[in-house]
């Protein structure tokens, strides 16, 4: 199994409760039913207040390398990344278990 996380900052000025950003994380919750690869799959809003926490978690995990990379290309997760990219920065860790 490979576990793929992903750590969202949102850019300065950027709040969650604007419309696109509304939007993006909408999209991103929707992936875990629209893409097969997604043995397992989970976002959210982070609940810290501490300055060095990022916004916004993913959490996922799919059998292996191939599946991972069939899930990246997915056109759902392009669309969501496409969207995340105008007011967010992230890191992505992916390792097997």
Same mark, same amino acid.
């Given at each position: 199994?490979?576990?793929?996380?992903?750590?969202?900052?949102?850019?300065?000025?950027? %709040?969650?409760?604007?419309? @696109?950003?509304? !939007?993006?994380?909408? =999209?991103?919750?929707?992936?875990?039913?629209?893409? *097969?690869?997604?043995?397992?799959?989970?976002?959210?809003?982070? +609940? %810290?207040?501490? *300055? +060095? =926490?990022?916004?916004?978690? +993913?959490? %996922?995990?799919? !059998?292996? @390398? #191939?599946?991972?990379? @069939?899930?990246?290309?997915? *056109? =759902?997760?392009? !669309?969501?990344? =496409?969207?995340?990219?105008?007011?967010?920065?992230?890191?992505?860790? #992916?390792?097997?278990?």
């Amino acid at each position: 199994m490979i576990r793929h996380l992903v750590l969202f900052k949102l850019d300065e000025g950027v %709040s969650r409760d604007e419309p @696109r950003v509304v !939007a993006g994380a909408r =999209a991103f919750e929707a992936l875990g039913g629209q893409i *097969p690869e997604l043995e397992f799959w989970e976002c959210a809003w982070n +609940i %810290s207040d501490r *300055p +060095i =926490a990022y916004d916004f978690a +993913i959490n %996922s995990a799919t !059998a292996d @390398r #191939d599946a991972l990379r @069939r899930y990246i290309e997915h *056109p =759902a997760h392009e !669309a969501g990344v =496409a969207q995340w990219r105008e007011f967010a920065t992230w890191v992505i860790a #992916d390792y097997e278990f």
